[in-house]
């Protein structure tokens, strides 16, 4: 069965600390994987697409990897902000029926 | 690019109503996909409509339904409201479901 989990569910950091986000997923075939930020109430805003060759990739602060082979994928925040309070949510995309496979994101809370 | 635009923002309604929501996409892009988010969960796939046809269903109640123009925007439509139903209903659209998506910023809908 194609799931996605994150760990951990919930975060709480230190401004100026950095973390690390991880997505475990068992879809296949694999298309690509994407990161997505959450503010409260409002649509999700993408932070990186990576697809099966692309191993790191980066958004600012934001350094997304992927490990196709173990199906494994981080987010790592490098110095964080109080901005960077969201939910961050792994998206796999499934390559045989464009199907997204949500992750049930994991929430960050940044205290000053 | 005008982002995506979905309206009305905030909506309220009674046990039985009915509702429409509409979605406008990116100029350009023709996958639409529509998700459902309540308190605290994560996003819940409806459904995704590519050049006017359904290609995907998430796993609800055919209370839900909805529909694509040709000139890709979208609506969908909720018959006889529960209170579950409250929620927050994402629009998100692409070129295509593979690539990035982009969000709206959601009709927030209030069952009563």
């Known amino acids: 069965k194609n799931q996605v989990e994150q760990s951990p569910q919930s975060l709480i950091i230190l401004e100026g600390k950095n973390c690390t986000l991880q997505?475990?997923?068992?879809?296949?075939?694999?298309?690509?994987l994407r990161w997505y930020k959450q503010d409260t109430g409002r649509g999700p805003v993408s932070l990186t697409i990576?697809?099966?060759s692309e191993n790191t990739k980066s958004n600012g602060r934001y350094t997304a990897t992927l490990d196709a082979d173990t199906k494994q994928s981080s987010l790592h925040i490098t110095a964080s902000q109080l901005s960077d309070s969201a939910s961050y949510i792994c998206?796999?995309?499934?390559?045989?029926?464009?199907?997204?496979?949500w992750g049930a994101g994991t929430k960050l809370i940044i205290k000053p | 690019k005008a982002g995506v635009t979905q309206t009305p923002r905030y909506l309220i309604k009674t046990r039985g109503q009915q509702v429409t929501l509409s979605c406008s996409p990116i100029?350009?892009?023709?996958?639409v996909s529509w998700y459902q988010q309540t308190p605290g969960q994560g996003l819940q796939f409806l459904f995704e409509?590519?050049?006017?046809?359904?290609?995907n269903k998430g796993n609800f109640p055919g209370r839900f339904s909805g529909r694509q123009f040709s000139n890709s925007r979208s609506e969908m439509n909720v018959s006889t409201l529960e209170l579950g139903d409250s929620a927050l209903y994402l629009c998100?659209?692409?070129?295509?479901?593979?690539?990035?998506?982009?969000f709206g910023p959601g009709t927030r809908l209030l069952v009563l």
């Open positions: 998100a659209s692409s070129n295509s479901v593979r690539e990035t998506q982009y």
């Open positions: 997505c475990n997923y068992t879809v296949s075939p694999f298309s690509n």
């Open positions: 409509y590519f050049s006017e046809t359904q290609r």
């Open positions: 100029s350009g892009h023709r996958s």
């Open positions: 998206v796999v995309s499934e390559s045989s029926n464009y199907q997204l496979i």
């Open positions: 990576m697809t099966f």
